[in-house]
């Protein structure tokens, strides 16, 4: 079994489960133990945040920039954070946009080690070798990947929306050799371990995308705060018409992390 499995079965079975990702935050400051450090506070924070929810949480995604922020204390934060996740036994995405090639790739240690995860983001743009570090875990450990395809920022326009000879847009170019490099990884329930980063900003395209990568999941950022839009869900239930086969409902980890509550607005994220 895959973690892409794990993931459709932690989000599909339990009544009220929430296919969400949560992002975790600088603690309030009424939450702040004075005798403790940041690092301590924060992972006691998100300790507190993973009972709270994990109940309803179909998986949650750690950025490991705002960790990296704070130095060696913060990637200490970083590594038990991952650690008492997978402990919750919930899913855990490691959000590091990794994306170089070759060696460099495969120093990257987010599938083992202090920095296991289930998942890592990985961007594309130096090409499939970029990805190809990543696919002896997803063979041999049933790990898995979401890939930036059409992205949620205002920036996306600058590349992911431009038209090739052949009409399609850079991100269809991207979804396509993704979603053909997969097929090689598909799980149980008939998700391949390589899914797309679909941004939830732009839904005009969603029904077509969603059509096209029926065995993909999707990671699906900028609702909420981003402005993403409130109807996004219209393309994601199983009845919807364009989708022919039981993959093609797949999960959908829509994360609207800073919607979480909080006691006081916050200054910077973790």
């Given at each position: 079994?895959?973690?892409?499995?794990?993931?459709?079965?932690g989000g599909s079975p339990r009544p009220g489960v929430r296919r969400s990702g949560y992002r975790f935050q600088l603690p309030p400051e009424d939450?702040?133990?004075?005798?403790?450090?940041?690092?301590?506070?924060?992972?006691?924070?998100?300790?507190?945040?993973?009972?709270?929810?994990?109940?309803?949480?179909?998986?949650?995604?750690?950025?490991?920039?705002?960790?990296?922020?704070?130095?060696?204390?913060g990637m200490k934060a970083y590594a038990d954070t991952l650690k008492a996740v997978r402990e919750a036994g919930v899913p855990v995405i490691?959000?590091?946009?990794?994306?170089?090639?070759?060696?460099?790739?495969?120093?990257?240690?987010?599938?083992?080690?202090?920095?296991?995860?289930?998942?890592?983001?990985?961007?594309?743009?130096?090409?499939?070798?970029?990805?190809s570090p990543y696919l002896p875990y997803a063979e041999k450990q049933g790990k898995g990947m979401f890939v930036l395809c059409r992205t949620s920022n205002g920036g996306a326009k600058d590349f992911e929306?431009?038209?090739?000879?052949?009409?399609?847009?850079?991100?269809?170019?991207?979804?396509?050799?993704?979603?053909?490099?997969?097929?090689?990884?598909?799980?149980?329930?008939?998700?391949s371990s390589s899914?797309?980063?679909?941004?939830?900003?732009?839904i005009e395209e969603a029904t077509e995308i969603r059509a096209k990568y029926q065995d993909s999941f999707f990671l699906i950022p900028g609702y909420g705060a981003q402005g993403g839009a409130e109807d996004i869900a219209q393309y994601l239930p199983r009845e919807t018409a364009a989708w022919s086969t039981p993959?093609?409902?797949?999960?959908?980890?829509?994360?609207?992390?800073?919607?979480?509550?909080?006691?006081?607005?916050?200054?910077?994220n973790v």
């Open positions: 079994m895959t973690n892409m499995d794990k993931l459709y079965e939450f702040v133990d004075s005798t403790l450090t940041k690092g301590e506070n924060i992972v006691r924070f998100n300790k507190k945040l993973i009972d709270a929810t994990k109940a309803v949480a179909g998986c949650y995604k750690v950025q490991i920039a705002y960790y990296e922020s704070l130095g060696l204390e490691a959000d590091i946009k990794r994306g170089d090639i070759a060696k460099t790739a495969e120093m990257c240690r987010h599938f083992t080690g202090d920095f296991e995860s289930d998942f890592v983001t990985l961007a594309p743009y130096m090409g499939l070798d970029s990805i929306y431009e038209k090739l000879a052949d009409g399609r847009h850079v991100y269809d170019l991207v979804g396509d050799k993704l979603n053909a490099l997969g097929k090689d990884y598909m799980g149980e329930h008939g998700y899914g797309l980063v679909i941004g939830g900003t732009h993959a093609a409902a797949s999960c959908w980890p829509i994360r609207s992390s800073r919607a979480l509550p909080l006691t006081k607005p916050l200054t910077t």
